[in-house]
């Protein structure tokens, strides 16, 4: 079962619990109660850590690219689901989860972090602007948050035209429609990619989702930035001396030239957390309300 299928399940299964599913991690927050069936745990987080592990991914401290703006986006996009759950949100997990994302938003801004870093999406669409010429057209693979983001940045920054494409052709007709852009599924993508000279990839697949015979009809130079962990180009891909694909490594690489800056400030906004969380945990009426400790699970 893929990540995006697991997530789905988990969100059907577990409305009681907050899902986080971005490109890098797939992780849930809840009571005790909630049982995990078969799902695979790569590893749990108890009580205070849980509660500040998830507050520092808020803050962009656990990411790859430190205080990276989009996964504050996409922990809030959890929240809001979280809320909106038919069954109704725990109220006592409600509060715990605001107070997580007041307290990120504290440690980005008094740390300053936010000043020094921009996003994954711009930096992957500044990267592509560079080698694409305007008007030329640029796919997106994938249709997660980071992907979306990446959509967003293009049409608004550009004239280039953006097609989407996705394992799951009602997600990529979603994210279309509302950017008023073209889309397809995987299984057509060689059609959608016909004509294009820049790919920007961040499915967050666990296996290769570009192949060779499906770039055959891409112009030439062709760009590919390779957002994904594992790879979403096959790497037969980089036996065409003719396509350029720019990993995540290189776009981290780029943005890394105030990198003792930013972890001095990373720094900052870790105490920060550190000790804004376990003081709340600690005014917990954790008794009273029922909640001996918050589970996080990541996939294996």
Not at 67 to 96: C, H, W
Not at 155 to 162: F, G, Q
Not at 269 to 288: D, G, T
Request: charged residues 25%.
């Amino acid at each position: 079962m893929s990540k995006v299928q697991w997530a789905d399940r988990l969100i059907a299964e577990l409305p009681g619990a907050l899902v986080l599913n971005t490109c890098y991690r797939l992780e849930v927050y809840g009571p005790e109660t909630v049982s995990m069936n078969d799902a695979p745990i790569g590893e749990v987080y108890e009580g205070v850590e849980a509660l500040e592990r998830l507050t520092r991914i808020a803050a962009g401290l656990e990411s790859r690219i430190l205080g990276e703006l989009e996964v504050l986006g996409q922990v809030r996009a959890a929240y809001k689901r979280f809320q909106t759950s038919p069954m109704g949100a725990p109220s006592n997990l409600d509060g715990i989860f605001q107070k997580v994302l007041s307290v990120a938003r504290k440690a980005r801004r008094e740390s300053g972090i936010d000043q020094l870093v921009t996003s994954v999406a711009s930096l992957a669409v500044s990267r592509i602007a560079r080698s694409v010429q305007p008007g030329e057209p640029i796919a997106v693979i994938g249709t997660g948050s980071l992907a979306g983001s990446v959509a967003r940045h293009i049409i608004k920054r550009s004239n280039n035209p953006v097609r989407i494409a996705s394992r799951c052709p009602v997600r990529a007709g979603d994210l279309a429609d509302r950017l008023g852009v073209s889309s397809a599924s995987l299984s057509d993508v060689a059609n959608l990619l016909d004509g294009v000279t820049g790919i920007i990839a961040a499915t967050g697949a666990p296996h290769p989702v570009l192949l060779p015979e499906h770039l055959i009809r891409c112009c030439r130079p062709l760009y590919i930035v390779d957002l994904s962990v594992p790879r979403d180009c096959h790497p037969d891909v980089d036996t065409d001396q003719s396509i350029i694909r720019i990993p995540l490594q290189q776009i981290e690489e780029e943005a890394g030239g105030n990198w003792d800056e930013r972890r001095r400030r990373a720094e900052i906004a870790a105490a920060i957390v550190r000790e804004a969380v376990h003081q709340f945990w600690e005014s917990m009426p954790v008794a009273r309300d029922g909640v001996d400790f918050i589970d996080c699970f990541k996939e294996a």
